[in-house]
């Protein structure tokens, strides 16, 4: 939020304080000032600024409010105008091709001279004909045969906002010869408001919290007495079909009023605030929602009346009905659904409730009735509706977050006198306030011992009394207790341990987070338990990492069809069922995920096409539904994805090999043997989502853990996925944490020698490496320290139906070492088994 210093002191003196001090303490209190942009103020003379700077600063003796006394034609250019101009000490001709100068050329002395803001030779400004904020350094130029050496500013050349099509105009009271930074200088703080503090995206609650900091005394605006009598209800009648959804409902009318320009200082302080000014009807209502944080909206009366046939409108907060539609102030036409809240009449909706007005009852340069609505709104009705029509809204966001219905009473007051002074105009007598259901504002009790203890700091009940007050609270301090009646301007305060937490959080913000001293604890910490699951999950992650894969996290939220997509046929079951969101964020994420392995294949395809080569992995939970169980059973799965070249291509390898089947089956021995997981076997496998004969199971024992493989075909052209093949796994992760060792025995180093050597055997095509291996380790013995299996070779020499597997042999010895005649004995027992068991036959070249 943008809040102009000016502004926010109409409500606090901080004249005594300088930007950076005002910018810190509201950095103390939560509102974080991100940067400050100077509007003609200085910068602190400060040598360290805690904060960011951007803008310029008017000088006091270049820039002026200046008066144009006359505006007369130029000689030689019809688009050009020479005024006459005092300056406060004495009189100038200033040349200006200002359009907004137009309608007063030619016309003699005017009557009532034009105040402006006028920059003399020397000045530095900003460029009004480039493109961004260019500074530039008045100098005297001879242009269309006049000298010309000061200029009349637009907006843009002093930095208030890119508006450089005119000059300014200031308000008749301008004090002529009065230094332009002493006139209007401004800064401008951005602040970022948490969700849990709209109270304060709003002047006076940025004030407020000034003034709670600093002890000052806070001014709140009054705005007119409410008009009684019975002159709207008679001619507007109002209806609340829910008030759970519409807690307050204000209406209040001003006639006759003219969409002229606003005041110059309400036009400024708007520009700063970020808002753009239309005219003194529509200015009106965002000057006051941005002074007190309630949103209004103004619709046009004689539409109403338009749309009634004649009749006295009746104004009727409900929800949308099937089927209908409406056409918002930003152009677009949005369908409704029953669950959003609307302003409606008797033909249809007029507005999107606490949103956005609609086009059909809108004012415009040509109202001169007003029908004024303050209202408040259930917040999480008003996010669910923004959350489905993605519409950018001020109120929306100010509704979303919890507006007190309290608020509209004052902004309705505030709004209306502003009507008044700006559009002119009649008020209404009387005022329709339909408040069906006024919140309770909580009362929360503390004693000084539990402030004491939980904030660390020795704050006494009297100085808590005290920043509660200056924060609006009601208190009462009797017999060592504390009572604090939470303001009507906030919705976040609890009750009970929530409403006792949130005081103390209030008593620390003003007390002063550096204020509160360091402690050592007073009881020593308790010794680390050690947690299996945690340290298991980040085990898995490190080893991944190491192998170099990269850690992913997904989204849990999918739909049946997404899920679908790793079938061949893209079939949703309808028989598995899912967990269901009330409030998705999506149409196409309305469950919760069953399957990793459906998020991996997403996650592969979004990235595949930003790199060559890809190594993803997640550690998530699936979510399965338990039958007559409120909660799912929240299982954690690994999943694992890989894509594209094994390699990234360098000046050695321009042509890569890509990943296939093995490099993943690696990635998951690697895996399961730095977890020390016991008897890890691999079977064949047939699974929907893999390609058949390229796809296996993962087993400890005979307890599977999951199936891995490359993708199917038909799978694969659910994806568009840029590189190729791509290869996945997915395993049950609760049983890898439970069958991970975290005690294991190591096998000491031999200090002697070992032996290697090859042989290769022929076997059937279809006899399993792993089988294989086993048989060579039993056989071997424990002389047989390692078993490497390095080629398979297929050939017609070997016959039809056969493979040779060659087999990297190590024989090592802890007490001696070993002979020809051991290795000769090892490898004539491996041969021998070999051929027992699989009809392996010794290849000989």
Known sequence: MKAPLSWIKDYIDLDDLNIEQIAHHLTMVGLEVEGIRLVGLPKPEDERHEFNYEGISWDREKFLVAEVLEVMPHPNADRL??????????????????????????????????????????????????????????KRAVIRGVESFSMICSEKELGISDEHEGVIILDADAPVGKPLVDYMGDAVFDISILPNMVRDASMIGIARELAAVTRRELRLPEGIPLPQGDALSKRVSLEVHKPELNPRFML??????????????????????????????????????????????????????????GNAPSIITRTAQPGETLTLLDGTTQPLDENMEVVADSAGPLSLAGIMGGVESGISAQTRDVLLEAASWNFINIRQTLSKLKIPSEAGWRFSRGIHPALADQALRLCLQRLLAWGGGRLVEGVLDAYPLPPQDPVVTLKEEEIISHLGAEISLEEAEGILERLGFECLLQEGKLSAKTPPIRLDIGEGLIGKASLMEEIARIYGYERIPSKRLATELPAPVFDKQLDTEEKIRDILVSLGLQDTVAYRQTSPQREACILPDQAVDPGVAYVRIKNPISSDRTVLRRSGLATMLELLEYNSKFRPSLALFEIGPVFLPVEGQLLPNEALRLSVGMAGLREMPTWQTKTPEPR??????????????????????????EHPTFHPGKCAQVLSGEQALGVFGELHPMVQEHYEFEALPVLAAELDADQLVALSRVEFEHEPLSPYPPMVEDIAV????????????????????KLLVDVHLFDIYRGEQLGPGKKSMAYQLTYQAYDRTLTDKDAETIRNRVVRALAREFGAVLRSA
Request: with cysteine; glycine share 10%.
């Open 81 to 138: 105008v020479l005024c006459r101009l005092n300056d406060g000490s004495q009189e100038l001709t200033i040349l200006t091709g200002a359009p907004n100068l137009y309608p007063y050329k030619g016309k003699g002395t005017l009557a009532q001279p034009l105040k402006v803001a006028y920059a003399r030779e020397g000045a530095i400004l900003y460029d009004g004909h480039q493109p961004g904020q260019v500074l530039t350094k008045l």
């Open 252 to 309: 209040g009318m001003v006639e006759n009023v003219q969409a002229q320009p606003s005041p110059y200082w309400v036009q400024r302080r708007l520009n700063l605030a970020g808002m753009r000014p239309i005219d003194a009807l529509v200015d009106a209502t965002n000057y006051t929602m941005l002074e007190t944080g309630e949103p209004l909206h103004a619709f046009d009366y004689d539409l109403l009346l338009r749309r009634a046939g």
């Open 660 to 685: 296939d089947f093995y490099d993943l089956k690696g990635i998951l021995e690697a895996l399961l043997r730095g977890l020390h997981i016991p008897e890890v076997s691999y079977r064949p496998a």
């Open 762 to 781: 022929i076997v059937a095509e279809e006899t399993p490496a792993a089988a294989l291996e086993a048989a060579i380790h039993q056989a071997g013995g």
